[in-house]
Protein backbone atom coordinates (compact mmCIF):
# COMPACT_ATOMS: atom_id res chain seq x y z
CA UNK A 1 0.00 0.00 0.00
CA UNK A 2 1.30 3.56 -0.68
CA UNK A 3 2.36 5.76 2.92
CA UNK A 4 2.07 8.38 3.81
CA UNK A 5 4.11 10.93 6.66
CA UNK A 6 3.32 13.61 8.29
CA UNK A 7 5.98 14.06 10.53
CA UNK A 8 7.03 17.23 9.09
CA UNK A 9 4.49 18.96 10.05
CA UNK A 10 4.55 18.63 13.77
CA UNK A 11 5.52 21.39 15.90
CA UNK A 12 8.49 19.46 17.36
CA UNK A 13 9.97 19.54 14.02
CA UNK A 14 9.22 22.84 13.03
CA UNK A 15 8.36 24.74 15.46
CA UNK A 16 4.66 25.70 17.67
CA UNK A 17 4.70 28.71 15.16
CA UNK A 18 4.08 26.79 12.28
CA UNK A 19 3.76 23.47 13.38
CA UNK A 20 1.04 21.56 14.94
CA UNK A 21 0.72 18.82 17.99
CA UNK A 22 -0.34 16.38 15.60
CA UNK A 23 -1.07 13.55 18.42
CA UNK A 24 -3.24 16.63 20.23
CA UNK A 25 -5.44 17.16 17.50
CA UNK A 26 -5.72 13.40 15.93
CA UNK A 27 -6.91 13.03 19.39
CA UNK A 28 -9.48 16.30 19.46
CA UNK A 29 -10.82 15.89 15.89
CA UNK A 30 -11.21 11.45 16.21
CA UNK A 31 -14.74 11.83 16.81
CA UNK A 32 -15.35 14.09 13.81
CA UNK A 33 -13.54 12.69 11.42
CA UNK A 34 -15.18 9.18 12.56
CA UNK A 35 -18.64 10.90 12.01
CA UNK A 36 -17.24 12.21 8.45
CA UNK A 37 -16.33 8.76 6.95
CA UNK A 38 -19.60 7.07 8.47
CA UNK A 39 -21.49 9.77 6.66
CA UNK A 40 -19.61 10.23 3.20
CA UNK A 41 -20.15 5.89 3.01
CA UNK A 42 -23.70 6.07 4.58
CA UNK A 43 -24.63 9.20 1.56
CA UNK A 44 -22.47 7.51 -1.09
CA UNK A 45 -25.98 5.49 -2.29
CA UNK A 46 -27.85 8.53 -1.76
CA UNK A 47 -29.12 9.82 -5.52
CA UNK A 48 -28.04 14.08 -5.46
CA UNK A 49 -24.99 13.51 -3.25
CA UNK A 50 -22.49 13.12 -5.83
CA UNK A 51 -20.81 10.58 -4.22
CA UNK A 52 -21.36 7.82 -6.76
CA UNK A 53 -17.73 8.19 -7.56
CA UNK A 54 -16.84 6.19 -4.78
CA UNK A 55 -18.50 3.03 -6.20
CA UNK A 56 -16.37 3.13 -9.20
CA UNK A 57 -14.18 0.95 -8.08
CA UNK A 58 -16.79 -2.04 -7.97
CA UNK A 59 -18.36 -0.87 -11.17
CA UNK A 60 -17.10 -4.60 -12.85
CA UNK A 61 -19.80 -4.16 -16.04
CA UNK A 62 -17.98 -0.81 -17.14
CA UNK A 63 -14.75 -2.59 -16.80
CA UNK A 64 -16.07 -5.51 -19.01
CA UNK A 65 -17.75 -3.67 -21.59
CA UNK A 66 -14.35 -1.29 -21.57
CA UNK A 67 -12.10 -4.15 -22.77
CA UNK A 68 -14.48 -5.80 -25.08
CA UNK A 69 -14.60 -3.06 -26.96
CA UNK A 70 -11.07 -2.40 -26.78
CA UNK A 71 -10.67 -5.84 -28.10
CA UNK A 72 -12.80 -5.57 -30.46
CA UNK A 73 -11.03 -2.54 -32.18
CA UNK A 74 -7.06 -3.91 -31.21
CA UNK A 75 -5.56 -3.28 -34.50
CA UNK A 76 -7.67 -1.15 -36.35
CA UNK A 77 -6.32 2.26 -35.48
CA UNK A 78 -2.70 3.64 -34.74
CA UNK A 79 -3.74 7.21 -33.29
CA UNK A 80 -6.38 7.60 -29.92
CA UNK A 81 -7.52 11.16 -29.68
CA UNK A 82 -9.40 12.43 -26.69
CA UNK A 83 -11.47 15.20 -26.65
CA UNK A 84 -11.83 16.74 -23.18
CA UNK A 85 -11.39 19.56 -21.32
CA UNK A 86 -10.57 19.82 -17.26
CA UNK A 87 -12.25 16.30 -15.54
CA UNK A 88 -12.62 15.47 -19.10
CA UNK A 89 -8.92 14.86 -19.70
CA UNK A 90 -6.86 15.71 -17.09
CA UNK A 91 -7.50 12.06 -15.15
CA UNK A 92 -6.36 10.29 -18.24
CA UNK A 93 -3.60 12.44 -19.12
CA UNK A 94 -2.25 11.69 -15.69
CA UNK A 95 -2.81 7.72 -15.99
CA UNK A 96 -1.35 7.21 -19.67
CA UNK A 97 1.81 9.36 -18.20
CA UNK A 98 1.86 7.45 -15.41
CA UNK A 99 1.27 4.07 -16.95
CA UNK A 100 2.60 3.84 -20.10
CA UNK A 101 6.04 3.51 -21.17
CA UNK A 102 8.20 6.91 -21.34
CA UNK A 103 7.94 8.79 -24.76
CA UNK A 104 5.03 6.71 -25.72
CA UNK A 105 3.98 8.28 -28.64
CA UNK A 106 7.62 8.24 -30.39
CA UNK A 107 8.26 4.88 -29.71
CA UNK A 108 7.91 1.89 -32.31
CA UNK A 109 4.86 0.24 -32.61
CA UNK A 110 6.44 -2.66 -32.13
CA UNK A 111 8.13 -0.94 -28.85
CA UNK A 112 4.19 -0.45 -28.17
CA UNK A 113 3.29 -3.92 -28.72
CA UNK A 114 0.94 -2.64 -31.28
CA UNK A 115 -1.15 -0.41 -29.59
CA UNK A 116 -2.07 2.72 -31.42
CA UNK A 117 -0.27 6.18 -29.66
CA UNK A 118 -2.85 8.64 -27.95
CA UNK A 119 -3.54 12.29 -27.65
CA UNK A 120 -5.41 14.41 -25.62
CA UNK A 121 -6.90 17.52 -27.55
CA UNK A 122 -7.33 19.16 -23.59
CA UNK A 123 -7.61 22.95 -25.41
CA UNK A 124 -8.68 25.24 -27.75
CA UNK A 125 -5.80 26.92 -29.13
CA UNK A 126 -6.60 27.06 -33.10
CA UNK A 127 -2.29 26.90 -33.42
CA UNK A 128 -1.88 23.60 -31.69
CA UNK A 129 -5.22 22.19 -33.03
CA UNK A 130 -4.31 22.19 -36.65
CA UNK A 131 -0.70 21.46 -36.12
CA UNK A 132 -2.11 17.75 -34.57
CA UNK A 133 -4.66 17.30 -36.77
CA UNK A 134 -2.27 18.04 -39.78
CA UNK A 135 -0.09 15.75 -38.27
CA UNK A 136 -1.99 12.81 -37.57
CA UNK A 137 -4.12 10.39 -40.29
CA UNK A 138 -7.63 10.91 -39.31
CA UNK A 139 -8.61 7.39 -41.25
CA UNK A 140 -6.62 5.69 -38.91
CA UNK A 141 -7.35 7.54 -35.65
CA UNK A 142 -10.27 6.78 -33.09
CA UNK A 143 -11.89 10.03 -31.48
CA UNK A 144 -12.97 9.82 -28.20
CA UNK A 145 -15.30 12.27 -27.37
CA UNK A 146 -15.98 13.07 -23.26
CA UNK A 147 -18.36 15.68 -21.70
CA UNK A 148 -21.18 14.87 -19.80
CA UNK A 149 -23.52 17.36 -20.52
CA UNK A 150 -22.85 17.44 -24.17
CA UNK A 151 -23.04 20.96 -24.55
CA UNK A 152 -19.47 22.01 -23.42
CA UNK A 153 -18.73 24.32 -26.10
CA UNK A 154 -14.33 23.59 -26.09
CA UNK A 155 -14.98 20.02 -26.66
CA UNK A 156 -17.72 20.10 -29.25
CA UNK A 157 -16.18 22.44 -31.12
CA UNK A 158 -13.62 20.30 -31.90
CA UNK A 159 -15.84 17.34 -31.95
CA UNK A 160 -17.52 19.17 -34.84
CA UNK A 161 -14.60 20.33 -36.75
CA UNK A 162 -13.10 16.72 -36.51
CA UNK A 163 -16.50 15.21 -37.36
CA UNK A 164 -16.74 17.35 -40.54
CA UNK A 165 -13.23 16.13 -41.69
CA UNK A 166 -13.90 12.19 -40.79
CA UNK A 167 -16.79 12.66 -42.75
CA UNK A 168 -15.34 14.03 -45.79
CA UNK A 169 -12.36 11.64 -45.71
CA UNK A 170 -14.09 8.52 -45.16
CA UNK A 171 -18.00 8.77 -45.97
CA UNK A 172 -20.38 6.79 -43.74
CA UNK A 173 -17.63 5.07 -42.28
CA UNK A 174 -16.72 7.96 -40.41
CA UNK A 175 -18.90 7.08 -37.19
CA UNK A 176 -16.24 3.79 -36.64
CA UNK A 177 -13.78 6.37 -35.95
CA UNK A 178 -15.77 7.64 -33.03
CA UNK A 179 -16.78 6.80 -29.60
CA UNK A 180 -18.65 9.27 -26.94
CA UNK A 181 -18.34 8.80 -23.78
CA UNK A 182 -20.96 11.33 -22.02
CA UNK A 183 -24.59 10.97 -19.73
CA UNK A 184 -26.26 7.99 -20.14
CA UNK A 185 -30.32 9.83 -21.22
CA UNK A 186 -29.62 13.40 -21.71
CA UNK A 187 -27.55 15.81 -23.65
CA UNK A 188 -26.52 17.18 -27.21
CA UNK A 189 -23.53 14.73 -27.19
CA UNK A 190 -26.01 11.71 -26.43
CA UNK A 191 -28.57 12.92 -28.56
CA UNK A 192 -26.10 13.33 -31.49
CA UNK A 193 -24.79 10.04 -30.93
CA UNK A 194 -28.37 8.13 -31.07
CA UNK A 195 -28.65 9.66 -34.12
CA UNK A 196 -25.29 8.87 -35.64
CA UNK A 197 -25.00 5.87 -34.20
CA UNK A 198 -21.57 6.10 -32.29
CA UNK A 199 -20.91 3.71 -29.67
CA UNK A 200 -21.13 5.04 -26.34
CA UNK A 201 -20.00 4.62 -22.41
CA UNK A 202 -21.74 6.39 -19.96
CA UNK A 203 -20.81 8.94 -17.45
CA UNK A 204 -22.47 7.57 -14.05
CA UNK A 205 -25.11 9.82 -12.51
CA UNK A 206 -23.70 11.61 -9.70
CA UNK A 207 -19.90 11.84 -10.89
CA UNK A 208 -18.60 15.28 -10.87
CA UNK A 209 -16.26 15.80 -13.92
CA UNK A 210 -13.39 16.31 -11.83
CA UNK A 211 -14.54 12.82 -10.12
CA UNK A 212 -14.65 10.68 -12.96
CA UNK A 213 -11.32 9.15 -13.60
CA UNK A 214 -12.44 6.33 -12.70
CA UNK A 215 -15.22 5.64 -14.95
CA UNK A 216 -15.53 5.17 -18.43
CA UNK A 217 -13.53 8.66 -19.03
CA UNK A 218 -10.26 7.28 -17.77
CA UNK A 219 -10.59 3.98 -18.22
CA UNK A 220 -11.45 3.30 -21.86
CA UNK A 221 -8.55 5.37 -23.46
CA UNK A 222 -6.21 3.63 -20.95
CA UNK A 223 -7.56 0.28 -21.92
CA UNK A 224 -7.33 1.27 -25.93
CA UNK A 225 -3.60 1.55 -25.54
CA UNK A 226 -2.84 -1.60 -23.53
CA UNK A 227 -2.75 -0.29 -20.17
CA UNK A 228 -4.08 -3.33 -17.50
CA UNK A 229 -7.10 -1.40 -16.17
CA UNK A 230 -8.42 -4.18 -13.59
CA UNK A 231 -5.02 -3.69 -12.20
CA UNK A 232 -5.99 -0.02 -11.53
CA UNK A 233 -9.46 -0.83 -10.36
CA UNK A 234 -7.89 -3.63 -7.63
CA UNK A 235 -5.86 -0.55 -6.45
CA UNK A 236 -8.91 1.81 -5.71
CA UNK A 237 -10.69 -1.42 -4.05
CA UNK A 238 -7.83 -2.09 -1.50
CA UNK A 239 -7.67 1.71 -0.62
CA UNK A 240 -11.48 2.39 -0.70
CA UNK A 241 -11.58 -0.68 2.05
CA UNK A 242 -8.36 1.12 3.97
CA UNK A 243 -10.08 4.32 4.02
CA UNK A 244 -13.28 3.26 5.62
CA UNK A 245 -11.43 2.86 8.66
CA UNK A 246 -13.20 5.75 10.90
CA UNK A 247 -9.90 5.71 13.00
CA UNK A 248 -7.72 8.67 12.02
CA UNK A 249 -4.20 6.69 12.86
CA UNK A 250 -5.00 4.47 10.60
CA UNK A 251 -6.21 6.57 7.66
CA UNK A 252 -3.97 8.35 5.27
CA UNK A 253 -6.46 10.01 3.53
CA UNK A 254 -8.12 11.18 7.08
CA UNK A 255 -4.65 12.32 8.53
CA UNK A 256 -3.77 14.27 4.98
CA UNK A 257 -7.12 16.30 4.69
CA UNK A 258 -7.21 17.23 8.93
CA UNK A 259 -3.28 18.32 8.59
CA UNK A 260 -3.92 20.49 5.74
CA UNK A 261 -7.20 22.14 7.45
CA UNK A 262 -5.39 23.05 10.32
CA UNK A 263 -2.31 24.52 8.48
CA UNK A 264 -4.47 26.71 6.87
CA UNK A 265 -7.16 27.60 9.24
CA UNK A 266 -5.10 27.60 12.27
CA UNK A 267 -1.12 28.74 11.06
CA UNK A 268 -2.06 30.13 7.64
CA UNK A 269 -0.82 28.17 5.25
CA UNK A 270 -3.57 28.48 2.50
CA UNK A 271 -1.29 27.34 -0.74
CA UNK A 272 -1.06 23.61 -1.04
CA UNK A 273 2.30 22.51 -3.30
CA UNK A 274 1.67 18.75 -4.92
CA UNK A 275 5.48 18.04 -5.60
CA UNK A 276 6.35 14.21 -7.12
CA UNK A 277 9.63 13.67 -7.61
CA UNK A 278 9.03 11.74 -10.92
CA UNK A 279 8.07 12.81 -14.40
CA UNK A 280 5.72 9.56 -14.66
CA UNK A 281 3.72 11.36 -12.04
CA UNK A 282 4.02 15.13 -13.02
CA UNK A 283 0.23 14.87 -14.59
CA UNK A 284 -0.97 13.42 -11.37
CA UNK A 285 -0.37 17.56 -9.58
CA UNK A 286 -2.27 18.72 -12.63
CA UNK A 287 -5.09 16.56 -12.04
CA UNK A 288 -4.76 17.42 -8.71
CA UNK A 289 -4.60 21.07 -9.10
CA UNK A 290 -8.30 21.18 -10.66
CA UNK A 291 -10.00 18.36 -8.44
CA UNK A 292 -8.67 20.57 -5.04
CA UNK A 293 -9.21 24.24 -6.80
CA UNK A 294 -12.72 23.65 -8.02
CA UNK A 295 -13.73 21.34 -4.99
CA UNK A 296 -12.80 23.67 -2.33
CA UNK A 297 -12.47 27.03 -3.87
CA UNK A 298 -16.35 27.82 -2.64
CA UNK A 299 -17.82 31.92 -1.57
CA UNK A 300 -20.35 30.37 0.78
CA UNK A 301 -20.72 27.64 3.40
CA UNK A 302 -23.40 25.04 3.59
CA UNK A 303 -25.28 27.42 6.29
CA UNK A 304 -25.48 29.98 3.28
CA UNK A 305 -22.47 32.08 4.62
CA UNK A 306 -20.25 34.06 2.71
CA UNK A 307 -16.53 32.64 3.89
CA UNK A 308 -14.44 32.57 0.78
CA UNK A 309 -12.36 29.79 1.62
CA UNK A 310 -10.15 27.50 -0.15
CA UNK A 311 -6.47 27.15 -0.44
CA UNK A 312 -5.06 27.55 -3.69
CA UNK A 313 -3.54 24.57 -5.30
CA UNK A 314 0.52 25.03 -6.88
CA UNK A 315 2.16 22.43 -8.85
CA UNK A 316 5.42 21.17 -9.04
CA UNK A 317 7.78 18.61 -10.22
CA UNK A 318 11.03 17.21 -8.43
CA UNK A 319 13.89 17.38 -8.95
CA UNK A 320 12.79 20.43 -11.70
CA UNK A 321 11.48 22.81 -9.46
CA UNK A 322 13.92 22.63 -6.83
CA UNK A 323 15.54 25.08 -9.35
CA UNK A 324 12.64 27.40 -9.97
CA UNK A 325 10.03 27.33 -6.68
CA UNK A 326 12.01 25.68 -3.45
CA UNK A 327 13.87 29.43 -2.73
CA UNK A 328 10.55 31.20 -2.63
CA UNK A 329 9.54 28.08 -0.76
CA UNK A 330 12.48 27.91 1.40
CA UNK A 331 12.63 32.02 1.76
CA UNK A 332 9.53 33.89 0.74
CA UNK A 333 5.96 34.03 3.01
CA UNK A 334 5.79 30.86 5.03
CA UNK A 335 2.15 30.11 3.43
CA UNK A 336 2.41 26.51 2.04
CA UNK A 337 2.41 23.17 2.94
CA UNK A 338 4.46 21.02 -0.01
CA UNK A 339 3.30 17.58 -0.39
CA UNK A 340 5.52 15.07 -1.54
CA UNK A 341 5.33 11.64 -3.73
CA UNK A 342 8.34 9.78 -3.92
CA UNK A 343 8.58 6.47 -5.54
CA UNK A 344 10.55 3.67 -3.64
CA UNK A 345 11.24 1.83 -6.94
CA UNK A 346 11.85 3.04 -10.46
CA UNK A 347 11.22 0.82 -13.38
CA UNK A 348 14.64 1.00 -14.12
CA UNK A 349 18.06 1.99 -13.35
CA UNK A 350 20.72 3.88 -14.64
CA UNK A 351 24.03 4.04 -13.34
CA UNK A 352 26.50 7.37 -12.97
CA UNK A 353 30.07 6.22 -14.37
CA UNK A 354 32.80 6.30 -13.38
CA UNK A 355 34.75 9.05 -14.91
CA UNK A 356 36.56 12.71 -13.80
CA UNK A 357 37.20 11.35 -10.69
CA UNK A 358 39.51 13.76 -10.27
CA UNK A 359 37.25 16.66 -10.23
CA UNK A 360 34.59 18.18 -7.90
CA UNK A 361 31.93 15.98 -9.61
CA UNK A 362 33.71 12.40 -9.32
CA UNK A 363 31.77 11.60 -6.00
CA UNK A 364 28.85 11.03 -8.65
CA UNK A 365 30.11 8.30 -10.07
CA UNK A 366 28.91 4.44 -9.27
CA UNK A 367 25.92 5.95 -8.32
CA UNK A 368 22.64 5.70 -9.70
CA UNK A 369 20.00 8.29 -11.03
CA UNK A 370 17.92 6.47 -8.78
CA UNK A 371 19.43 7.58 -5.82
CA UNK A 372 20.07 10.87 -6.54
CA UNK A 373 16.50 11.87 -6.97
CA UNK A 374 16.17 9.91 -4.19
CA UNK A 375 18.29 12.32 -2.29
CA UNK A 376 17.07 15.18 -4.12
CA UNK A 377 13.67 14.61 -1.91
CA UNK A 378 15.09 13.54 0.71
CA UNK A 379 17.50 16.74 1.21
CA UNK A 380 15.07 18.92 -0.04
CA UNK A 381 11.96 17.48 2.72
CA UNK A 382 14.88 18.11 5.59
CA UNK A 383 15.69 21.64 4.46
CA UNK A 384 12.16 22.73 4.02
CA UNK A 385 11.73 21.44 7.96
CA UNK A 386 15.14 23.36 8.90
CA UNK A 387 13.09 26.68 7.27
CA UNK A 388 10.32 25.69 9.30
CA UNK A 389 8.09 24.76 6.54
CA UNK A 390 5.69 22.09 6.77
CA UNK A 391 5.84 19.09 4.23
CA UNK A 392 4.06 15.75 4.01
CA UNK A 393 5.45 12.51 2.14
CA UNK A 394 3.13 10.39 -0.11
CA UNK A 395 5.53 7.24 -0.97
CA UNK A 396 4.24 5.19 -3.94
CA UNK A 397 6.48 1.10 -3.82
CA UNK A 398 6.33 1.37 -7.05
CA UNK A 399 4.35 3.70 -10.41
CA UNK A 400 2.35 0.85 -11.60
CA UNK A 401 -1.69 0.50 -12.05
CA UNK A 402 -2.05 -0.42 -8.53
CA UNK A 403 -0.12 1.76 -6.91
CA UNK A 404 -1.52 5.46 -9.08
CA UNK A 405 -4.77 3.80 -9.04
CA UNK A 406 -4.50 3.94 -4.61
CA UNK A 407 -2.96 7.56 -5.22
CA UNK A 408 -5.32 9.04 -6.92
CA UNK A 409 -8.64 7.51 -4.91
CA UNK A 410 -6.78 8.41 -1.43
CA UNK A 411 -6.37 12.22 -3.12
CA UNK A 412 -10.41 11.97 -4.14
CA UNK A 413 -11.40 11.11 -0.15
CA UNK A 414 -9.04 13.50 1.10
CA UNK A 415 -11.08 16.40 -0.99
CA UNK A 416 -14.36 14.94 -0.05
CA UNK A 417 -12.81 14.93 3.67
CA UNK A 418 -11.51 18.32 3.83
CA UNK A 419 -14.56 19.66 1.97
CA UNK A 420 -16.47 18.43 5.20
CA UNK A 421 -14.05 19.88 7.95
CA UNK A 422 -14.48 23.30 5.43
CA UNK A 423 -18.19 22.70 5.98
CA UNK A 424 -18.77 23.43 1.94
CA UNK A 425 -20.51 21.62 -0.85
CA UNK A 426 -16.96 19.81 -2.09
CA UNK A 427 -19.10 18.49 -5.49
CA UNK A 428 -20.55 21.87 -7.11
CA UNK A 429 -18.74 24.50 -9.12
CA UNK A 430 -20.76 27.58 -9.43
CA UNK A 431 -17.65 29.73 -10.01
CA UNK A 432 -17.17 27.78 -13.23
CA UNK A 433 -20.82 28.53 -14.38
CA UNK A 434 -20.87 32.23 -14.68
CA UNK A 435 -17.73 32.51 -17.50
CA UNK A 436 -19.25 29.28 -19.53
CA UNK A 437 -22.50 31.41 -19.39
CA UNK A 438 -20.78 34.51 -20.64
CA UNK A 439 -18.89 32.17 -23.58
CA UNK A 440 -22.40 31.26 -24.68
CA UNK A 441 -23.57 34.65 -24.89
CA UNK A 442 -20.35 35.86 -26.83
CA UNK A 443 -20.70 32.95 -29.44
CA UNK A 444 -24.65 33.35 -29.67
CA UNK A 445 -26.17 30.60 -28.39
CA UNK A 446 -29.70 30.64 -27.69
CA UNK A 447 -31.64 32.03 -25.01
CA UNK A 448 -28.69 33.84 -23.94
CA UNK A 449 -29.46 37.23 -25.79
CA UNK A 450 -30.13 39.50 -22.70
CA UNK A 451 -26.44 38.10 -20.80
CA UNK A 452 -24.97 38.78 -24.51
CA UNK A 453 -26.01 42.69 -24.25
CA UNK A 454 -25.01 43.26 -20.86
CA UNK A 455 -21.82 41.35 -21.44
CA UNK A 456 -21.07 43.68 -24.12
CA UNK A 457 -21.70 46.87 -22.04
CA UNK A 458 -19.14 45.45 -19.43
CA UNK A 459 -16.77 44.36 -21.99
CA UNK A 460 -16.49 48.27 -22.54
CA UNK A 461 -16.11 48.77 -19.52
CA UNK A 462 -13.49 46.61 -18.20
Not at 36 to 52: S, T, Y
Not at 65 to 74: D, G, I, L, N, R
Amino acid sequence: MIRLSCRNTDAMIIGESDGLNLQEEFDNYKDRIANIIVELNQRKDKPGQWLQWMNLGYNEETVWYVKEFASMVEGRFDNVLVLGIGGSALGGLALSQALLKPYWNILTPEQRNNFPRIFFMDNIDPDYMNGLLDSLDLKKTLVNVITKSGSTAETMSQYMIIKDRLERELGDDYRKNIVATTDKKIGVLRQLADQEGYKTFVIPDDVGGRFSVFSAVGLLPLALVGVDIEEIVNGIKDMDLALKNTDIHQNIAAQAALVQYLLDTKKGKNISVMMPYSSKLKYISDWYVQLWAESLGKEVNNNNEVVHVGPTPVKALGATDQHSQIQLYNEGPNNKVITFIRVDNFDTELEIPKIFEYTGIGYLGGKTINNLLNAEADSTRVALADYKRPTMTISLPEVNGYHVGQLMYMLEVQTAISGELYNINAFNQPGVEQAKNYTYALMGRSGFEESAQTLNEKLVRV
